[in-house]
Structures are given as C-alpha cells and as structure tokens.
C-alpha cells in the first residue's frame, strides 16, 4: 500500500514537473513575442526620422525638383559631356593640324 | 711643296666636308619628293611599295570616317537634314575609297597609273582637309548645344535654391552673381556654338582649287575658334556652379571633378 501511496507521489511530481516546464516555455515564448511587437515601432519611428531629415534637404522641391540629388545628378552630367566636349575638340584639332589631306 | 700638299689636301677635305652638308641639306626635301617610291627601286618593288601606302593611307581614312560617323549618329542637337548630308558625305567617301583601294590594289605593273590612283587618294578626297575637321567640329556644336541645355535645367533648379535660401534670411548676393554670369556664359556659347555650325555647314570640296581650299581652312579655323570660346564658357560656367553650390553649402557627388572639368578647353 505504501509502495504504491510512493509510486502516485512520485507520478505526481513529474506531472507537476511537467506542466511548470510547460508554463516556463511558454511564459518565456510569450515574452519573447511582446518584445518582437514592441520593437517594431522603434524601427518605423527610425526610418520615419531618417526620411524627415533627408526631406529638410529638398528646400523648394517640386516639379522642378531642386534637391540635393538632382543637382548631383545634373552637374555629373554636365561634368561627364563637358568631357566629351573635350574629345570632340582633340579630334577636331588633331585633324585640322593634320598635314595630310 | 709641303705647303702646296697642305693647302691641297685643305681643299679637297673643304669641298668634301661642303658637299656633305649641301647634301644633308637637301635630304629632307629628296624625303618630301620621293616619300612614295624609292628612287633605282625596281619597277615591281616600286608598284608594291606605292600599293602599300596607298592602302594604309586609305585605310587610316576609313577609320577616322567610321570614329566621326558614330559620333554624327549619336549627335543630339543637330537638324536631320544635316546629320543626314554629314552621313553621306562619309558613306560616299568611305565607298569611294574603298573602290579606290580595291582598284589600286589590282592596279597590275602601269607605274604611272598606279601614281596618279595613289594620289588621288590624298586630291581627290579631302578627307582630313574638310571631311573630318568639318564633322568634329559639327559634333562639337552638338556637344555645346546638350551642354547648355544641361546647363539650364541646372540654372533653374539653383535659382530655386538661391531664392529659397535668400528668404530664409542667408546672404545670397554671392551666389546671385555667379548665376547671373553663369547664364551669361551658357548663352554666349550657344551663341558661339551656332555660329560654329553655320560656319562649316556649306563647305565643299575644293576638288583640286587652290582658293576654295585656302578658303575652306579659313572657315573651319574660324569655327574652331568660336568653339574654344564657347568651351572656355562653358568652362567659366562650371565654375559658377560649383561657386553657387559652396555659396549655399550644397554638396554633391561631382564636387571632387569639378576642378578638372572646369579647366578643360
């Protein structure tokens, strides 16, 4: 009788084990989870600043579009056939010093 | 008579010594004359020889039409008109040459024939005293032409910016200078690259006259002139740019080459 009063307790336990491991998991996959949702908005509030700061650039930016950028990009084009102009030139002096006809 | 040997032997080493020079001398001119054959050269190494730089001169001229065709193709600004006359000015000299070449090529052993096909490669196809410098310097005009309109677009968008900046309370008179002279500078290119290509556009062939060719170089030499100025505007220009951008601290990716660029002629 007390063999099996032992046996049940024993039995017991390992339930009780059982389930607290359960709950430790589960606690722990929950908590995991809420701080996943909390640090999402930390990241969009980050890029949103990001954005608002490059914004702050592009005074009088419209239809024309004025900004740093496409400024940038109009003098490197403007550099890239000022170059060419420059080849064009070299070619046309190198045949007009030519002593050949 | 140890004198007499002296003095004699002083003048033949005189003479000597004066027909070497007199000869030296005229070696360039014998060169100039005789680039095409060698003189006591035989018939057939004399007909090889003038088939040889016959086809390298023909082929050195086919290249430089094929590099100034592919730049005419790739031209922006000028009218379809010309571009197209341009183009077939090229293709007919490129055709004409080739057919020259071939010609010459299979010219057989007639020396005098082959001298005069030989020479006309260089009379009757002006090809670096008009055709060429003639080309570039239309593609230069072009290249001006896309240049300021580059130039404007840009102008706009940093008037913009100088209007901005001036009511926002920054000292703009610095960078409004250099604006004003920077569109001063894209005009008058525009107006140098225009006359440019007007300049040149109705060049013939002088076709062996003396005047149309001396007339022909004026012209091309006076375009070139005015397409230096217009580069050197556009030179003046690129540096108003970069003078307006530090004026108003904006910072670009060109930034680094501008120097180079705007030194360029």
Do not use: C
């Amino acid at each position: 009788m007390e063999t099996n009063s032992n046996s049940s307790s024993r039995t017991l336990w390992v339930i009780i084990g059982i389930i607290v491991v359960i709950i430790v998991i589960w606690l722990i996959i929950r908590g995991t989870s809420h701080s996943n949702v909390a640090a999402t908005p930390v990241d969009t509030g980050t890029s949103q600043a990001a954005s608002a700061g490059a914004g702050t650039n592009q005074v009088g930016a419209s239809a024309n579009d004025s900004s740093n950028a496409s400024i940038s990009q109009d003098t490197s084009n403007i550099d890239t056939q000022l170059n060419g102009l420059n080849s064009d030139n070299a070619s046309a002096d190198q045949s007009l010093n030519s002593k050949s006809q | 008579m140890k004198y007499t040997q002296k003095i004699t032997a002083g003048i033949i080493s005189f003479g000597a010594i004066a027909a070497l020079v007199a000869g030296f001398g005229a070696l360039p001119a014998f060169a100039q004359t005789s680039s095409k054959v060698k003189t006591g050269a035989t018939p057939a190494s004399q007909v090889q020889e003038i088939i040889t730089k016959s086809d390298s001169a023909i082929s050195a001229r086919i290249d430089a039409l094929n590099a100034l065709s592919a730049r005419i193709n790739g031209a922006q600004n000028i009218s379809p008109a010309e571009k197209a006359s341009l183009s077939s000015d090229i293709t007919t000299n490129e055709s004409g040459l080739t057919s020259l070449k071939a010609t010459i090529d299979a010219g057989g052993t007639n020396l005098t024939s082959l001298r005069t096909e030989s020479k006309s490669v260089f009379g009757n196809y002006r090809i670096y005293a008009l055709v060429i410098p003639q080309g570039w310097i239309t593609a230069s005009s072009d290249r001006v032409q896309t240049i300021v309109g580059l130039m404007n677009t840009l102008s706009a968008k940093l008037q913009t910016r100088i209007t901005a900046a001036g009511a926002a309370g920054t000292n703009v008179s610095a960078a409004q200078a250099s604006m004003t002279d920077m569109n001063a500078k894209v005009a008058d290119a525009q107006s140098q690259a225009q006359a440019a290509e007007a300049g040149v556009a109705n060049l013939v062939p002088d076709k062996g006259n003396a005047t149309i060719a001396a007339s022909n170089k004026v012209q091309l030499v006076a375009a070139r002139a005015k397409i230096k100025v217009a580069t050197a505007d556009l030179a003046a220009a690129r540096k108003d740019v970069q003078s307006i951008l530090g004026d108003l601290k904006i910072v670009t990716d060109s930034s680094a080459t501008a120097s180079a660029t705007a030194s360029a002629q």
